[in-house]
């Protein structure tokens, strides 16, 4: 069974950072170009940070500077590192697993961020 578990999200104050995690299980991780996504209230869903199977980094514009994204095949995990956090991350963040060759993926159930003091 293909599965995205993620976690570490929470309440954090402006300024201050949390790490992600979102742990694979039922695929072949090193296989996946893995992203993380987040999601506004009542927005679509917006593409933050992906790294590819070679350890390729991209990142939105909005959090170039701020957040790292890393894996480790090893432990089939894939981390998103966010530093100096605003008001404006709160967000639930999603975890996504994409094949290139299929053009298929999966997602994880999503984990709360809230920046508030």
């Known amino acids: 069974q293909v599965q995205l578990v993620e976690s570490g999200g929470g309440l954090v104050q402006p300024g201050g950072s949390l790490r992600l995690s979102c742990t694979a299980s039922?695929?072949?991780?090193?296989?996946?170009?893995m992203r993380w996504y987040r999601q506004f209230s009542g927005m679509e869903r917006e593409l933050v940070a992906r790294?590819?199977?070679?350890?390729?980094?991209n990142y939105a514009d909005s959090v170039k500077g701020r957040f790292t994204i890393t894996r480790d095949n090893a432990r089939n995990t894939v981390y998103l590192q966010m530093s100096s956090l605003k008001p404006d991350d709160t967000a639930v963040y999603y975890c996504?697993?994409?094949?290139?060759?299929?053009?298929?993926?999966?997602w994880g159930q999503g984990t709360q961020v809230t920046v508030s003091s």
């Open positions: 790294i590819s199977t070679g350890s390729i980094t």
């Open positions: 039922g695929f072949t991780f090193s296989s996946y170009d």
């Open positions: 996504y697993a994409y094949l290139i060759s299929t053009d298929n993926g999966t």
